[in-house]
Structures are given as structure tokens and as C-alpha cells.
């Protein structure tokens, strides 16, 4: 439906925006002024410790200077609690007291036809409970309690139970007046094309009734009782109401909570959203045992912005990770993503509660893997790397993967982390293939690794950006131009920033196989220990060492990404001090006692550079170490490194 404009502005101005966002947010009362409409507060969107989110009155706007979120009263709706946009004006007309114009004709027939299949659905439902509270529910109840559900979870879910009978929902319906056509059309009667009688969908089946957005009931999941009873798991099949590839089981009650947590869970069956949300974790969608559609990934995202999947770690769960994969990577976005725990030992969701409890369940979550991750092992577990054509394989499908992402910052960011990733795969395979693979013990003495190679003070700051570029290359995308300049003292420093600006600079045309089969050997002595120091924090398990970790030991508490650039930067800005210094030592050293004017005033311009650079490099160090005190203080955070955070 559109709306008119003059509808939205009446909207607007008969509801306080400030009041709106109020109910989400705690004011900040040092910089909030009500009475003129300035209102500032820690950002809904995300995580923040000092208030950087906006409300302005008078404009009718608010806006994060932290995230960039922004908008006006319906935006903020649709982003808080997920509504379309029909929907939050709607609802917002209602609070306001605006009569919402009559839609046209053809429309109000679909909505007046969409309440009647509702209406029909929820006689079914309510029909479905007292059969399951009867007589003839006896073997479903017993069924539901043997899975460890309260009646409370029972009632709150409203399971019913569908008679082994031809037409008992039929008769029941048809006794309430309603057609036969309207129960074909709401999925619960089957009309055979050979002009037999029609007959109900679901028998003998425990019902679980699907509900959308509303909490209006729109269709069922039923479950057989039969030990061999096929299919275990039946759906109502697509109606005008329901549509499997947009809806998500439990999402009318899992939104509220995933606001308020900023999580979601997703598993696989609407039982294991129940138990898991009897359980406490009241932020968990079931995706209704279909495909993951970019429709529901989109959707997902309105409830926390990195999801995580919960599937069986069996074959078919892994499956069903993979097939999700494929459908999420098209609309990855900024600040979005999914995670993915793997349950263990062949448990779903439900058997995991029951014999860890609630703290194992959140423990396991708690090892979930990023989508990066996820898809680097799919890759790589059915890859052989034996020859230059399986590496270059390998490599196009990666590159076919990630060229599926529309947002183009998303897609750069996975292009580079993944040619990164690759370039050391293929270097530590030529190492072994050349027989000089170290084991784990010999992992320490590589801390040591040619040192002989260094030739000046600035060794271990130009080793340490280097170490930084391959463990965080979108540091080296966001200041290629600084990087691409940056005076390295040490030839084979030189050779690798080269390389590594190759790398980024043709990111789609350049092979990495072939790129590092053209190491010489100094070189691929040095690319060993920067590879070491990008993969140290997985070493660690083995043996405790990290060449990168131990000369910026910060690392290993993972702190914030802009703090990871900001010392970056800053050890770029010390490299770029300590050659201005040399250029300064080499201009005096030239010149004569006699000092013509060019002279002079190029050595005044090169002091008055440098004196401003120190003073500018002295701030920032001690910027640097007040937050690394804070960051030490407290304790390790989620790791800095995120894909999908662009």
C-alpha cells in the first residue's frame, strides 16, 4: 500500500519522535536539553559505552555519529521491531489517532479474504487443542511431556493434536459454515482432482500451530506419533497466508528478546525452538526445516546484526550450513553477518539443553564460527592442493563465492582476507613439499628467524606493519597510498611491501599460487615468519608463540579494531619520523660551513616538520597507552578481525 505524504508528516507531528525513542533508550542528562528539543543517548544499533546517538525534535530526525544509523519515526519502528513499513504505519496511525485512509477495492478483497483464511485457521487451532486435551490426545500428550515440555510451554504454544480420521476438521469446519473451497485454499484439506471427496491434510499428527507477525495462527507444522511414520514432519503447503520462503517460526515472540540482547538464534525445527525457548533462550527462530532464502536472511538481521545458525554437527546439519552459506553471501552488508555453531557429538538443540543445561547450550553458542571461517574449511576440506591447477580451482571458487556479494566494501573486505589467507596456505605447502616444514617444538626458534637480515633501529616497527598488514589487510586497503611509500630500510622489507601492494592493488587479476611459486629464497625466509605472525593465535594451542603477538603483545587480549588502525597508523607515522630524521642528519652532514640561503631554509622547513611530527608522535603514544591500559584492565574482547563489519 502507498501512503500519502501528507498522511506521514500528520503521523509525525502527532507523535513526540523523542517519546518514541524513549521507550528504547535512557537519556543522557548532561547533554540532553528537552526544552530544546536535543535529546542524546547510548545508540540502540549498537554497542556503545558514551552517548553518540542523536534525537533532534524540531526535524523529526535522529541519527548515530558512531554507526551512521538514521532516520525518523518509522524507520526507527521498522529497525527496532522489525515491522514492514505497511505494518509500522499502522501501528503508529493508531497511537496517533490518524484514520488511515480505505485501500482500493482490489486490495481490501485480498485483506478481507487474507482475515477470512485466518479466522479458519484459528477455528482449526482451537479445534486441534481440544482434541489434544481430549480423549483422543492422549498418545500426543504423552509424546509432548516425554520430550521434557511443560504444560505451560504447551499452552503458551498452543499444541493441538489432528485426529487419524478422514474428515474430522473437515466436519468441524463444515459445521461452523465454512466452504469447502476456503479450507483447501488455508491448506488444511485436500481436494483430490478426480472429484472424490476432499480430506483433511493432517492426521494423527501432533500440531503445532505457525503464527506470523501478528500472532495471528496462518498455518501448521505437524509431527507423526508412528515410529515409522512418514514424512516425520509436515508443513501446511503455501496459501495466500503463509509462505514458507518469508516466514520464521517464533518470530512474533523471539523479537523483543533479540532487541533487547542484540542476539539471535536460528535452528533448524520449530520442537527445537520450543525447548530451547522453555529453556530461556527466548531469542530463537526455527527457519521451518526449509532453505535458508535471502527473504529470511534479510529478516534475521532486523532481530541482531550477526545471527548465529544452530545446527546438528552431523552430516546433514553441516549440509544445511553450506546450503545457507549460498543464500546468505548475495546480500552480506555492512556491520551484518551470520555465525554458525555446530553442535557436537550428533545432539540437536533440544538434547544439548537437556543434558548441559542452559549454561552448556550459551557455551557452545559461545564457540560459534564466523561465516569467514565456515566457508574457508568448506573450501578448503574438499580441496587437494597438489598441483598448480587444484590451487588455481580452489581459487575460483573462492573468487565465484565472493563475487556474489553485491555490497562491494563487503566484497573487497573478503577478496582480501581470503588472498591473504591463501598466500600462506600455499607458502606453508611448498615449505612441507620442499621437506623443511617445521614441527610444533621447532616453533619457538623461528621467533629468531634471520634476524641477521635486520640492518637498522626500525627492524622490528617495520617487521610489526608488515605482521599488522597480513593479519589485518583492510589496514593496508585503507592507507595503500601511506603504505605504498612507507621508507623501509631493509631491502627484503621492500621486496615484501611491494608484493603485498600488488596484492591489494590487483586484487582480481593476481594469482597467488602463482605469486608466491616466485619467492627466492631470502624472501620466502621472511614471508615464513609474517606468516607465523598471522597465524599465531591458532599456533598457540601448540606451541606459545607469535612472532607479531610478541612485539605488540596487545594483540593477544584482541582489542578494538579502530584501536588496532590507530596504532597502526601510529607506527607508520614513527617509520615516516625516523627517515625525516635521517633526511635531516644527511642534509647538515652535505653542507658546507658556508650555508647558501636554498640551504638553510630547506633545513629550517625539515626542523620545523620534525619538531611538529615528534610532538604529534608523543600525543598519540600516550593516547595509545591509556586506552592499552583500559583494554588490559578489561580482559579480552571478541576478536577484532570480523568480515562482514567492513
Same mark, same amino acid.
Given at each position: 500500500?502507498?501512503?500519502?505524504?501528507?498522511?506521514?508528516?500528520?503521523?509525525?507531528?502527532?507523535?513526540?519522535?523523542?517519546?518514541?525513542?524513549?521507550?528504547?533508550?535512557?537519556?543522557?542528562?548532561?547533554?540532553?536539553?528537552?526544552?530544546?528539543?536535543?535529546?542524546?543517548?547510548?545508540?540502540?544499533?549498537?554497542? +556503545?559505552?558514551?552517548?553518540?546517538?542523536?534525537?533532534?525534535?524540531?526535524?523529526?530526525?535522529?541519527?548515530?555519529?558512531?554507526?551512521?544509523?538514521?532516520?525518523?519515526?518509522?524507520?526507527?519502528?521498522?529497525?527496532?521491531?522489525? =515491522?514492514?513499513?505497511?505494518?509500522?504505519?499502522?501501528?503508529?496511525?493508531?497511537?496517533?489517532?490518524?484514520?488511515?485512509?480505505?485501500?482500493?477495492?482490489?486490495?481490501?478483497?485480498?485483506?478481507?479474504?487474507?482475515?477470512?483464511?485466518?479466522?479458519?485457521?484459528?477455528?482449526?487451532? &482451537?479445534?486441534?487443542?481440544?482434541?489434544? #486435551?481430549?480423549?483422543?490426545?492422549?498418545?500426543?500428550?504423552?509424546?509432548?511431556?516425554?520430550?521434557?515440555?511443560?504444560?505451560?510451554?504447551?499452552?503458551?504454544?498452543?499444541?493441538?493434536?489432528?485426529?487419524?480420521?478422514?474428515?474430522?476438521?473437515?466436519?468441524?469446519?463444515?459445521?461452523?459454515?465454512?466452504?469447502?473451497?476456503?479450507?483447501?485454499?488455508?491448506?488444511?484439506?485436500?481436494?483430490?482432482?478426480?472429484?472424490?471427496?476432499?480430506?483433511?491434510?493432517?492426521?494423527?499428527?501432533?500440531?503445532?500451530?505457525?503464527?506470523?507477525?501478528?500472532?495471528?495462527?496462518?498455518?501448521?507444522?505437524?509431527?507423526?506419533?508412528?515410529?515409522?511414520?512418514?514424512?516425520?514432519?509436515?508443513?501446511?503447503?503455501?496459501?495466500?497466508?503463509?509462505?514458507?520462503?518469508?516466514?520464521?517460526?517464533?518470530?512474533?515472540?523471539?523479537?523483543?528478546?533479540?532487541?533487547?540482547?542484540?542476539?539471535?538464534?536460528?535452528?533448524?525445527?520449530?520442537?527445537?525452538?520450543?525447548?530451547?525457548?522453555?529453556?530461556?533462550?527466548?531469542?530463537?527462530?526455527?527457519?521451518?526445516?526449509?532453505?535458508?532464502? +535471502?527473504? &529470511?536472511?534479510?529478516?534475521?538481521?532486523?532481530?541482531?546484526?550477526?545471527?548465529?545458525?544452530?545446527?546438528?554437527?552431523?552430516? #546433514?546439519?553441516?549440509?544445511?550450513?553450506?546450503?545457507?552459506?549460498?543464500?546468505?553471501?548475495?546480500?552480506?552488508?555492512?556491520?551484518?553477518?551470520?555465525?554458525?555453531?555446530?553442535?557436537?557429538?550428533?545432539?540437536?538443540?533440544?538434547?544439548?539443553?537437556?543434558?548441559?543445561?542452559?549454561?552448556?547450550?550459551?557455551?557452545?553458542?559461545?564457540?560459534?564460527?564466523?561465516?569467514?571461517?565456515?566457508?574457508?574449511?568448506?573450501?578448503?576440506?574438499?580441496?587437494?592442493?597438489?598441483?598448480?591447477?587444484?590451487?588455481?580451482?580452489?581459487?575460483?571458487?573462492? *573468487?565465484?563465492?565472493?563475487?556474489?556479494?553485491?555490497?562491494?566494501?563487503?566484497?573487497?573486505?573478503? &577478496?582480501?582476507?581470503?588472498?591473504?589467507?591463501?598466500?600462506?596456505?600455499?607458502?606453508?605447502?611448498?615449505?612441507?613439499?620442499?621437506?623443511?616444514?617445521?614441527?610444533?617444538?621447532?616453533?619457538?626458534?623461528?621467533?629468531?628467524?634471520?634476524?641477521?637480515?635486520?640492518?637498522?633501529?626500525?627492524?622490528?616497527?617495520?617487521?610489526?606493519? =608488515?605482521?599488522?598488514?597480513?593479519?589485518?589487510?583492510?589496514?593496508?586497503?585503507?592507507?595503500?597510498?601511506?603504505?605504498?611509500?612507507?621508507?623501509?630500510?631493509? +631491502?627484503?622489507?621492500?621486496?615484501?611491501?611491494?608484493?603485498?601492494?600488488?596484492?591489494?592493488?590487483?586484487?582480481?587479476?593476481?594469482?597467488?599460487?602463482?605469486?608466491?611459486?616466485?619467492?627466492?629464497?631470502?624472501?620466502?625466509?621472511?614471508?615464513?615468519?609474517?606468516?607465523?605472525?598471522?597465524?599465531?593465535?591458532?599456533?598457540?594451542?601448540?606451541?606459545?608463540?607469535?612472532?607479531?603477538?610478541?612485539?605488540?603483545?596487545?594483540?593477544?587480549?584482541?582489542?578494538?579494531?579502530?584501536?588496532?588502525?590507530?596504532?597502526?597508523?601510529?607506527?607508520?607515522?614513527?617509520?615516516?619520523?625516523?627517515?625525516? +630524521?635521517?633526511?635531516?642528519?644527511?642534509?647538515?652532514?652535505?653542507?658546507?660551513?658556508?650555508? *647558501?640561503?636554498?640551504?638553510?631554509?630547506?633545513?629550517?622547513?625539515?626542523?620545523?616538520?620534525?619538531?611538529?611530527?615528534?610532538?604529534?608522535?608523543?600525543?598519540?603514544?600516550?593516547?595509545?597507552?591509556?586506552?592499552?591500559?583500559?583494554?588490559?584492565?578489561?580482559?579480552?574482547? #571478541?576478536?577484532?578481525?570480523?568480515?562482514?563489519?567492513?
Amino acid at each position: 500500500m502507498r501512503f500519502d505524504q501528507r498522511l506521514l508528516d500528520e503521523i509525525r507531528a502527532r507523535l513526540t519522535l523523542s517519546d518514541l525513542v524513549g521507550r528504547r533508550v535512557t537519556w543522557d542528562q548532561r547533554k540532553t536539553q528537552p526544552g530544546k528539543g536535543d535529546y542524546w543517548a547510548c545508540c540502540p544499533f549498537h554497542q +556503545e559505552k558514551s552517548p553518540s546517538f542523536h534525537v533532534d525534535d524540531r526535524r523529526n530526525r535522529y541519527k548515530c555519529f558512531g554507526c551512521g544509523a538514521s532516520g525518523d519515526h518509522f524507520t526507527f519502528v521498522c529497525e527496532t521491531e522489525g =515491522l514492514s513499513f505497511p505494518e509500522t504505519v499502522e501501528r503508529l496511525a493508531e497511537q496517533a489517532g490518524v484514520a488511515l485512509p480505505a485501500p482500493d477495492p482490489q486490495a481490501a478483497r485480498r485483506e478481507k479474504k487474507r482475515a477470512g483464511l485466518a479466522d479458519v485457521c484459528e477455528m482449526a487451532a &482451537q479445534f486441534f487443542q481440544a482434541e489434544f #486435551a481430549g480423549g483422543r490426545g492422549e498418545t500426543a500428550r504423552k509424546y509432548a511431556l516425554g520430550r521434557g515440555l511443560s504444560r505451560e510451554t504447551l499452552a503458551e504454544f498452543r499444541f493441538g493434536f489432528a485426529p487419524d480420521s478422514r474428515d474430522a476438521l473437515k466436519s468441524h469446519l463444515a459445521a461452523k459454515d465454512v466452504p469447502e473451497a476456503v479450507m483447501v485454499e488455508a491448506g488444511l484439506v485436500i481436494k483430490p482432482e478426480d472429484g472424490r471427496p476432499g480430506y483433511d491434510r493432517f492426521r494423527g499428527r501432533l500440531m503445532i500451530p505457525i503464527q506470523d507477525d501478528r500472532g495471528r495462527v496462518v498455518a501448521f507444522g505437524g509431527r507423526t506419533l508412528l515410529p515409522d511414520g512418514q514424512p516425520k514432519y509436515l508443513n501446511s503447503p503455501e496459501t495466500p497466508l503463509f509462505h514458507k520462503g518469508v516466514m520464521l517460526f517464533n518470530a512474533h515472540r523471539a523479537r523483543e528478546p533479540a532487541f533487547k540482547s542484540g542476539e539471535a538464534v536460528v535452528v533448524e525445527g520449530y520442537l527445537d525452538a520450543i525447548a530451547l525457548s522453555q529453556a530461556g533462550v527466548r531469542h530463537v527462530v526455527a527457519s521451518l526445516g526449509t532453505a535458508f532464502t +535471502e527473504d &529470511q536472511v534479510v529478516r534475521l538481521w532486523k532481530f541482531a546484526p550477526e545471527p548465529v545458525i544452530c545446527f546438528d554437527g552431523d552430516v #546433514a546439519g553441516v549440509s544445511a550450513a553450506h546450503r545457507a552459506i549460498d543464500r546468505i553471501f548475495p546480500v552480506l552488508k555492512s556491520g551484518y553477518s551470520f555465525q554458525f555453531c555446530f553442535l557436537p557429538d550428533g545432539m540437536d538443540p533440544d538434547d544439548l539443553v537437556k543434558k548441559r543445561g542452559l549454561e552448556g547450550f550459551h557455551t557452545e553458542v559461545g564457540r560459534a564460527q564466523s561465516l569467514f571461517d565456515v566457508v574457508w574449511d568448506r573450501e578448503i576440506s574438499v580441496s587437494r592442493l597438489d598441483t598448480p591447477e587444484r590451487k588455481a580451482a580452489l581459487e575460483k571458487r573462492f *573468487d565465484d563465492l565472493i563475487g556474489t556479494i553485491r555490497d562491494e566494501r563487503v566484497r573487497r573486505r573478503y &577478496q582480501l582476507d581470503l588472498k591473504f589467507k591463501l598466500s600462506n596456505l600455499f607458502f606453508e605447502q611448498a615449505r612441507q613439499n620442499r621437506g623443511d616444514g617445521k614441527k610444533s617444538a621447532d616453533i619457538p626458534s623461528l621467533g629468531k628467524v634471520r634476524e641477521s637480515v635486520a640492518a637498522s633501529d626500525d627492524f622490528g616497527t617495520e617487521r610489526l606493519v =608488515l605482521g599488522l598488514c597480513m593479519r589485518f589487510p583492510h589496514l593496508l586497503d585503507r592507507n595503500f597510498e601511506r603504505f605504498s611509500r612507507l621508507p623501509f630500510v631493509n +631491502e627484503l622489507h621492500v621486496q615484501l611491501r611491494d608484493i603485498l601492494c600488488r596484492i591489494v592493488d590487483d586484487l582480481e587479476e593476481t594469482p597467488i599460487a602463482d605469486l608466491t611459486s616466485a619467492f627466492d629464497e631470502p624472501l620466502k625466509d621472511i614471508m615464513y615468519e609474517m606468516m607465523l605472525e598471522t597465524i599465531g593465535l591458532q599456533q598457540q594451542k601448540r606451541a606459545e608463540f607469535s612472532a607479531l603477538n610478541h612485539r605488540f603483545p596487545l594483540l593477544k587480549s584482541n582489542p578494538p579494531e579502530d584501536f588496532v588502525e590507530a596504532a597502526y597508523l601510529h607506527f607508520i607515522d614513527v617509520l615516516e619520523l625516523n627517515a625525516l +630524521e635521517d633526511e635531516l642528519a644527511t642534509e647538515l652532514k652535505s653542507t658546507d660551513e658556508e650555508i *647558501d640561503e636554498h640551504s638553510w631554509a630547506r633545513i629550517q622547513a625539515l626542523t620545523q616538520d620534525l619538531s611538529r611530527r615528534r610532538e604529534e608522535c608523543a600525543r598519540e603514544e600516550q593516547d595509545l597507552a591509556e586506552r592499552a591500559k583500559k583494554i588490559r584492565q578489561a580482559g579480552p574482547q #571478541a576478536p577484532a578481525e570480523t568480515v562482514a563489519a567492513g
